[in-house]
């Protein structure tokens, strides 16, 4: 049997609220899903559904945005639900950006609210039904 995809969940620090409610509305969604998480969102994701089972990696500032974006270089995510906050500087903005940039990249299924992780979460290609990860052609990057 193949294993469950794998979820990346973070959220900025004025959004862990929303990340928060997010989880515990869709609990049950989120269950079937190995879910990996920068450490701070993760801790609160932990605390308000202790039934999930959650990765934490380090905090985003800490190295934790470049773990997740190494894991979608290396095939080991299928989506990837980032509440960012777009009105407060952040120390590791360089690591904000690069993981969006990677999720581009690797054409992976990315919300950055949760208006648009409320659809995805619905959609067959995130619950597994295609997790096909599309390797991007580095030749077709124009120069
Ligand atoms: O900073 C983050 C994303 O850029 C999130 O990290 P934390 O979940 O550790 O707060």
Redesign the pocket.
């Known amino acids: 049997m193949a294993a469950e995809p794998t979820l990346a969940l ?4 004025a959004k ?1 609220d929303l990340m928060v409610d997010f989880a515990k509305k869709h609990q049950e969604k989120l269950a079937a899903f190995q879910l990996v ?6 801790g609160r994701i932990q605390e308000a559904c202790p039934s999930l089972s959650i990765t934490r990696l380090k ?3 800490l190295g ?2 470049q773990q997740i974006g190494a894991m979608i270089a290396e095939g080991r995510l299928q989506g990837l639900f ?1 509440f960012v906050d777009p009105l407060s500087p ?1 120390p ?1 903005d360089v ?2 950006k690069a ?1 969006m940039r990677l999720a581009l990249v690797y054409d992976m299924p990315m919300a950055l609210n949760p208006a648009t992780a409320d659809i995805l979460l619905r959609s067959a290609r995130l619950i597994g039904l295609s997790t096909t990860s599309t390797t991007p052609e580095v030749g077709t990057i124009a120069s």
């Not at 998480?37 to 993760?42: A, E, F, L, R, V």
């Open positions: 973070v959220a900025h620090d862990k998480c920068t450490g701070t969102t993760g905090s985003g500032p934790g945005d980032f952040m590791h690591d904000v993981l």
